[in-house]
């Protein structure tokens, strides 16, 4: 293990061994994750182990698919189906920033700052790290069976740890990252990149957004008006909001305004019709008769009060 010493006057903790002890996974249930004939059982592993760690220890030995940390440390609240999906997620949340990273530095090949981007990335999915309790184990899933088989027959001898401390060299730092107060400069500056970083990143969202709504925008006028096969066609909107066309007839939808100075509409013909007009001749003269009647009794009345009463 690396040096562990704190001050200049202390000597101690310059020669650090630690012991870590393995076998073949045996389990009664079935697990994809962990098949038995390809996975190993570390116990004991160190606090700051990483996968990296893991990786670099066993490459010798073979291929090694993934590696599943056990007894992180977390709530001692949780049961152990949280903290199995807790784990999970985490493990989910790595794989994404990894695929991620491979995108954006594929995408990028060629171009200034691509480089950048896919170490930024990387950074990113390694401020996950996290600090395991005393006897922590993992399980090391190895491509093949003869793979594990190698690593069981692993002479006992002296390993070098992978070095993340002040003195670590370029190589190790390029392995994984820091802990105490490394990790947290590189996340300060992950969070915080350059004008040029923070520019490229932009351009690539717009790049995106652009194709995609032209996209849209092409699929939208190639099903427009298009006839399906019963011999339907179906009208859709194309150009400004509130606009309908067919492909020769437009047909726009009145504003308010427009709306308020139109002319009222002209009423509808009286009497159009033949017996419209019967009828009306005949009410007109039902209403002359009714009227001369009325005037009839009117005059009699004042011809009465009109009369001489000398007494």
Known sequence: MPSLTTTQKTSAYKNI??????????????????????????????????????????????????????????????????REQQEELERLEREAALIEAQGAAGTKAGKKGGKKQAAAAVVQEEEHRRLYATGSQAYVVFLEEQELN??????????????????????DLAKLTGLGVSKWLNEYHTRRPEASELQLKVDDYMDKFERSEYEAQQAALARHNVMDEDGFTLVTRAGSKGQNSDGVITITAA?????????????????????????????????????????KLRIEALKVNRRFKPY
């Open 17 to 82: 061994l630690h012991y870590l002890y393995f076998k073949k996974h045996e389990s009664p249930k079935e697990d994809p994750k962990t098949p038995k004939n390809r996975t190993l059982f570390v116990l004991n592993i160190p606090a700051d182990a990483t996968e990296s760690h893991l990786r670099e220890l066993f490459k010798p030995c073979g291929r090694v698919v993934s590696v599943q940390f056990l007894n992180r440390v977390r709530d001692s609240n949780l049961t152990k189906e949280e």
């Open 255 to 295: 504003k308010a305004e427009e709306v308020k100075n139109l002319k009222p509409k002209k009423k509808e013909l009286q009497d159009f019709y033949r017996f419209q007009m019967r009828e009306a001749k005949r009410d007109k003269l039902v209403d002359l008769r009714r009227k001369f009647e009325e005037d």
């Open 150 to 171: 190698k690593a069981l027959v692993m002479k006992k001898k002296k390993r070098s740890w992978i070095n993340s401390g002040a003195d670590a060299s370029p190589a």
